[in-house]
């Protein structure tokens, strides 16, 4: 049983349960299961009110990096809110804007060379999709009113990202009839990620993929204005890894048939796959890269759209010519967040933060290869620091109903236990903070076994 909360929390709930609208959640659950009060966080682990900790084991929505309060990110936050909190962006710069632009610039591909902030990743992608489409038009392209994308990707939930999202998902069926004309293209997962790996067939399997590409773009590329893709992993669409081959060849394609190349790398970047970005494992450069989640390591809010020089060319005129990108948000490129995003940076080149993700990722690989031999565990892979698998009834071999909402169980029980997981419908996953210390991903591995056998 979990331990009890203390007294002053009744009060809290209550009003939690009176007005509060929670993300992801059909609200009547929490009448009989109410959120979990979370009153404190210390590197890997989240603090719970009852007293009892857990380790943070999805990052806090694969946002937190360098673990909770880094005191480096804690000492640029407050240093920079007390000397400059906001202003507007509009007509306007600031240092910390400046260095996290200069800090970040020479991590990234070297075609890489305009940055438009924003304030999260949703609306990275929607920057991203509008200045692709733009710039299409002001390059004379008239005939490029769509877009192509992954099957199985999800970009964010404003209407723009939505629509480059997975055709049938608990968002696109809803608004269909308010979203962007997208053309989707499936990609096969790529086993070799697998613990248990059956590569018999693979690589015709890979040349096929290859040749429905090609296909797909013969088919439709003329009326793309751009082509948007998580590279190597769709992470909400069920941590599937796909092939470096296919991003190599999506990147051909693009370049053949005229459609801009945008990557988001919200989930992927700042060294979760064992690079700084996951592109870099391909050698793809996008046209357009769309960062947030980790930038700031899991601090504030915050985004960027980088774009090529070609790309901002496209914008440059008089202000009578119409070419200006007429885009932006209150917190734009917000002083303190940029000063913490600008701290996170530096801890790059002052810690040793891809060498412990290596060991993290070795640890991770560990752990999924122990549960790979569970019942009820199929398909168990991981890419740098992110193991997945899925699970399975283990008398029927068979995944569980939705109705019984397995996934859901898991995740409260594992409460109970010291773990934070949430899994992706019946896809289980970890993705901790880089600073996780590659023991506590053997023993929530441990833990995990138990709770399945149980």
């Not at 009003?15 to 959640?25: E, S």
Request: hydrophobic share 45%; net charge negative; aromatic share 8%.
């Amino acid at each position: 049983m979990p331990t009890p909360l203390p007294p002053d929390w009744s009060d809290r709930l209550a009003i939690d349960r009176a007005h509060v609208w929670h993300p992801f959640t059909q609200m009547q659950i929490h009448e009989a299961d109410p959120p979990v009060p979370v009153v404190g966080a210390e590197g890997c682990d989240l603090l719970l009110a009852n007293g009892e900790r857990v380790l943070d084991g999805i990052s806090s929505w694969w946002t937190c990096l360098h673990g909770h309060g880094h005191p480096r990110l804690v000492s640029a936050l407050e240093r920079q809110a007390a000397r400059l909190d906001h202003a507007m962006f509009a007509g306007f710069t600031h240092e910390p804007a400046l260095e996290l632009v200069a800090r970040l610039r020479p991590k990234l591909p070297p075609n890489l060379t305009r940055a438009f902030f924003s304030d999260d990743g949703s609306t990275a992608v929607e920057v991203a999709l509008k200045m692709a489409f733009q710039a299409q038009l002001q390059r004379g392209e008239q005939g490029r009113d769509r877009f192509g994308a992954l099957r199985g990707g999800y970009h964010g939930d404003t209407l723009g990202a939505v629509g480059v999202g997975e055709l049938e998902n608990f968002l696109t069926g809803l608004f269909s009839p308010l979203l962007l004309a997208c053309d989707r293209l499936e990609v096969p997962e790529d086993p070799r990620r697998e613990i248990q790996a059956d590569l018999t067939g693979w690589p015709a399997r890979l040349e096929l993929a290859r040749r429905n590409m090609q296909g797909f773009f013969a088919e439709k590329g003329e009326r793309l204005a751009a082509f948007i893709a998580e590279p190597l992993i769709q992470c909400a669409g069920g941590m599937r890894m796909w092939p470096p081959e296919l991003l190599q060849e999506l990147r051909v394609q693009c370049d053949q048939h005229g459609v801009y190349l945008i990557l988001d790398e919200v989930a992927t970047g700042f060294g979760r796959t064992g690079t700084f970005l996951a592109c870099e494992q391909a050698g793809v450069a996008p046209d357009l890269l769309c960062l947030s989640k980790g930038l700031t390591g899991g601090t504030l809010p915050l985004s960027m759209t980088w774009a090529t020089e070609a790309i901002y060319g496209h914008f440059w005129g008089t202000p009578a010519s119409g070419r200006a990108f007429l885009h932006g948000h209150s917190y734009t490129a917000n002083p303190t967040a940029c000063a913490v995003a600008a701290a996170s940076l530096a801890l790059f080149d002052d810690e040793p933060v891809l060498a412990n993700a290596q060991a993290l990722a070795a640890a991770m690989r560990e752990a999924f290869t122990s549960l790979a031999s569970h019942p009820a565990v199929r398909q168990a892979r991981s890419l740098g620091t992110l193991g997945a698998c899925r699970l399975v009834d283990p008398a029927t071999g068979k995944t569980h109903a939705p109705e019984a909402r397995f996934g859901w169980r898991l995740h409260r029980l594992a409460l109970d236990h010291g773990l934070l997981v949430r899994p992706i419908g019946d896809c289980l996953y970890l993705m901790p903070p880089l600073s996780t210390p590659p023991e506590r991903i053997r023993e929530a591995a441990e833990e995990l076994v138990h709770l399945l056998n149980n």
